[in-house]
């Protein structure tokens, strides 16, 4: 069963597709313009490696009023007073790996932490491809990632839509979804022998829904 590392390369795939692109957040790979361009565009922004999962070296970063920088990192939240002390630290974590920024989304919540969802999508031994999961990640309280490894927190995706969108939930539902099944066909298209896909979607507190993330190993 073929596996794509690079989430930049599914990316990459996904957003020439004018469908899909409305749903995937603005992103770059990580430089020091890239980062000054994004941090003075966004409220605030995610550094992640290309490779990795579980979450780690996930970053979140933005500008404070003041000419801070503030960082989140696993349970850690650092206020840093200059700009080469904001990348010394950066760089440390990153260790010369290749990373990607990624246009932060302040997700919609339940019951006051960050949730997102996961869509699990199969290829059958007929060649059909099925949705076998759709679950929420709800945030360990006080942290930014949902992913189980940092501490998140499984619940059924239904509830969680209801909890955050009472009269959209089948709508929401029904986007993430199809644009899973969208996304799939493009996905093969490029890398033949994909047989499994976990899609990791956030909805934000205005109801639009981005992809977060594509995984070819779902757990």
Sequence with gaps: MRMIASKWKKFDVLRRHRGVARHIPYMRPFSESALREMLQRFRFVVAKP????????????????DGRYLTHYR???IMHPSWGSLLRY???????????????IDLATVNGRRV?????IVKRPSGHWHITAFVARLAR??????????GGELMSGRR?????FPKLAADKRLTMTGVARTC???????YPGIGQLGYDFG???RGTVWILEVNTRPH
Excluded: C, H, W
């Design 90 to 104: 950066i760089n440390r974590i990153r260790r010369r790996r290749q990373y990607m920024i990624q246009q932060g």
């Design 50 to 65: 290309y490779v990795g999962t579980g979450g780690g070296g996930v970053i979140k970063i933005a500008r404070t009023g």
């Design 75 to 77: 349970f850690q939240e």
């Design 184 to 190: 799939t066909k493009l996905l093969e298209q490029r």
């Design 116 to 120: 997102d969802y996961r869509v699990k």
């Design 160 to 164: 969680a839509l209801k909890s955050a």
């Design 141 to 150: 309280p006080g942290l930014f990632v949902t992913n189980l490894a940092q």
């Design 203 to 205: 909805i934000d507190k």
